[in-house]
């Protein structure tokens, strides 16, 4: 009987996959400023001197780093590559869509410089994402009903 919930469960699993889960770090908490059913929105600051721990990111995750260290480190496996910043870029806002990382690439950041780095994550849960008939763009982007063309 319990082998039979099992494969019922991993058959659940299959049809319906998980949500992404919130960006979580061993040694840093973050600030969820807006959660819904759609995405998970993160705050983080990562002081100076301060490391992440080993963790992993999840899919669909878009970064926008709203101030930067001097110097930040980052660690997969035995690679470290540090990243150094002056002048202009100190005041920048950074973005990119960051790649998914799994725990066991053994990755993590530190702020190895003399400022705050505080970045927001924004991660779009699996449910919200789909490539099946992507909305239709006019010349003006506004988006149309699926189907419909101006």
Same mark, same amino acid.
């Given at each position: 009987m319990h082998?039979?919930?099992?494969?019922?469960?991993?058959?659940?699993?299959?049809?319906?996959?998980?949500?992404n889960a919130e960006q979580t770090y061993p040694n840093i908490e973050?600030? @969820?400023?807006?959660?819904?059913?759609?995405v998970i929105v993160q705050k983080f600051v990562?002081?100076?001197?301060?490391?992440?721990?080993?963790?992993?990111?999840?899919?669909?995750?878009?970064?926008?780093?709203l101030q930067t260290s001097d110097e930040?480190? @980052? #660690?997969?496996?035995?690679?470290? #590559?540090?990243?150094t910043n002056e002048g202009d870029n100190l005041d920048r806002v950074f973005t990119w869509w960051r790649p998914p990382v799994d725990i066991s690439e053994d990755h993590e950041s530190g702020?190895?410089?003399?400022?705050?780095?505080e970045w927001i994550a924004i991660t779009f849960k699996s449910d919200s994402i789909t490539t099946d008939n992507p909305p239709t763009l006019t010349r003006n982007q506004n988006v149309l009903p699926q189907g419909e063309t101006e």
């Open positions: 082998q039979y919930f099992k494969s019922i469960l991993v058959l659940i699993f299959m049809e319906f996959p998980m949500a973050g600030q @969820t400023l807006l959660e819904d059913d759609r990562l002081e100076p001197g301060q490391w992440e721990g080993v963790h992993s990111h999840p899919e669909h995750q878009l970064v926008i780093v930040v480190s @980052t #660690r997969y496996g035995d690679n470290v #590559r540090v990243i702020n190895t410089g003399t400022r705050n780095l």
